[in-house]
């Protein structure tokens, strides 16, 4: 057995990287015997697990192993992990020399013998780990991310994501329903499954495997193991929303009824130039049909503003969509040129000031809307999946359709569904007692 030695992991970015982080930990938990620190000063191993989504998290990237690099105890190592490694390799090494290894997204299950090699790269991201994908470590007892894809085909053209997770594979279902199987009976009742465009599932599986399977199908077959109670996946991709699909979420009762439906853009003009591959109606047609079909669906999306050339007009068919579907959340961000991609290289990109202004008009308005949709919940009774003791001592959970909610209420009540009667809705939470 090798000496117990300690491991402190940051991880910056989307579900993706917090589920990789679990891999890592995992790993270096069962082949190299780390345990897990809060505490840099006593770390053994200091890992960092990056974004490259937009130029902000990078240059977080540099500033935190920086800070890293004079908090460490003498002979502790820095490793460098994720879409920002794969981004930007061995240039790493050069800006900080201090790092020990660079390992990409795509490449997480080396880092065992990472750990155990001087300046180890590796980044490459045609490698195909996607049947290795499971680890067996996991952050919540209650809720079990589980990977069904890896990388992502389409073009978006504002998008890095492509070169740093390399081309879409599926995972092949049965590895998917085993893994499910497994966390299930640990105790996780919530299935989440994750991929960078989940609902295109079976396009392509890893090895030489064919099987006549899609996202719907994966749904149904996971909504049959008896110890699961609640399905939820990130991200569909709007284009990919047919009526099958569709109605396998309305129809299956295990799945629960909260959509992310990335718009990027309300105007078809600018979807095209960021090849999104549908138009606005396409999409106010998808949205309107599942509010139609499920009254209590919510439906969250990501938004880009300013985007190159995107006009006043654009960005007023942007806040036309908004109004129209009322999102119960929007993640809305100022477009970043990245390295690689297409629109880097438009000639119209936006000044930057504009892009904080329609940020800025775009959050109003979202708050109006969060303001209408918090009061709705008034009174309203939900069962909620308790799954979180906050520091703030108020345990915490998810209605079916996504809201959080918090009560004052004794531990024993983690993982367990109970009804909860909504007497003070927030934005961006609602507090509530417990029904008994
Ligand atoms: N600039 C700003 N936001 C971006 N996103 C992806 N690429 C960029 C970029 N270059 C946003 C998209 C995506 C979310 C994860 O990040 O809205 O859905
Ligand atoms: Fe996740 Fe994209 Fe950031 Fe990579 S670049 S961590 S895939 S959000």
Not at 17 to 32: K, Q
Not at 157 to 167: A, D, S
Not at 202 to 230: H, Q, T, W, Y
Request: glycine share 6%; charged share 30%.
């Amino acid at each position: 057995m090798k000496e117990e030695k300690k491991l402190f992991i940051e991880t910056l970015g989307c579900a993706m990287n917090v589920r990789d982080s679990e891999h890592i930990i995992a790993e270096l938990g069962s082949l190299e015997n780390y345990v897990l620190t809060q505490n840099i000063q006593e770390a053994d191993l200091i890992v960092i697990n990056t974004c490259s989504v937009r130029e902000k998290p990078v240059s977080k990237l540099f500033s935190e192993i920086g800070k890293y690099n004079l908090q460490k105890k003498d002979g502790a190592k820095i490793g460098v992990c994720g879409c920002t490694a794969s981004h930007l390799g061995k240039e790493i090494f050069k800006r900080a020399p201090y790092v020990s290894f660079v390992i990409g997204a795509r490449n997480v299950s080396k880092i065992s013998t990472a750990v155990n090699n001087e300046k180890f790269l590796s980044v490459d991201t045609d490698y195909d780990e996607s049947a290795y994908a499971f680890g067996e470590y996991r952050n919540s007892l209650y809720k079990a991310y589980v990977n069904i894809s890896i990388g992502c085909d389409k073009k978006c053209t504002y998008c890095i994501v492509p070169h740093t997770r390399g081309e879409e594979i599926s995972i092949p279902a049965d590895l998917i329903l085993n893994e499910a199987r497994k966390a299930a009976k640990n105790g996780a009742k919530e299935i989440f499954l994750l991929g960078q465009n989940v609902n295109n599932y079976g396009k392509r599986f890893s090895g030489n495997v064919r099987l006549d399977m899609d996202f719907s199908d994966l749904l149904n077959c996971i909504a049959e193991i008896p110890e699961v109670e609640r399905i939820r996946f990130t991200s569909p991709h709007p284009l990919h929303m047919d009526d099958k699909f569709l109605e396998t979420f309305a129809s299956n009762p295990k799945v629960c009824k909260s959509m992310h439906m990335p718009l990027q853009s309300g105007s078809t003009r600018i979807l095209e130039r960021m090849k999104r591959g549908y138009s606005k109606e396409w999409f106010l047609n998808r949205a309107l049909k599942l509010r139609e079909m499920i009254p209590d669906v919510s439906i969250s999306t990501d938004i880009i503003v300013a985007f190159p050339g995107e006009s006043d007009e654009d960005f007023e068919e942007t806040l036309d969509v908004m109004r129209q579907v009322k999102f119960e959340q929007v993640f809305a961000f100022k477009y970043s040129a990245r390295p690689l991609t297409k629109a880097a290289e438009f000639t119209d990109q936006i000044d930057s000031e504009i892009g904080s202004a329609r940020l800025e008009r775009l959050q109003l308005l979202q708050d109006d809307i969060l303001d209408e949709i918090a009061l709705s919940h008034l009174d309203k009774i939900y069962p909620v999946y308790i799954d979180e003791l906050r520091n703030s001592g108020y345990l915490a959970g998810r209605s079916d359709n996504n809201a959080l909610v918090q009560i004052k209420g004794d531990e024993n009540l983690l993982g367990r569904t109970v009804n909860i009667k909504i007497t003070n809705p927030k934005r961006l939470s609602l507090y509530g007692e417990l029904v008994l």
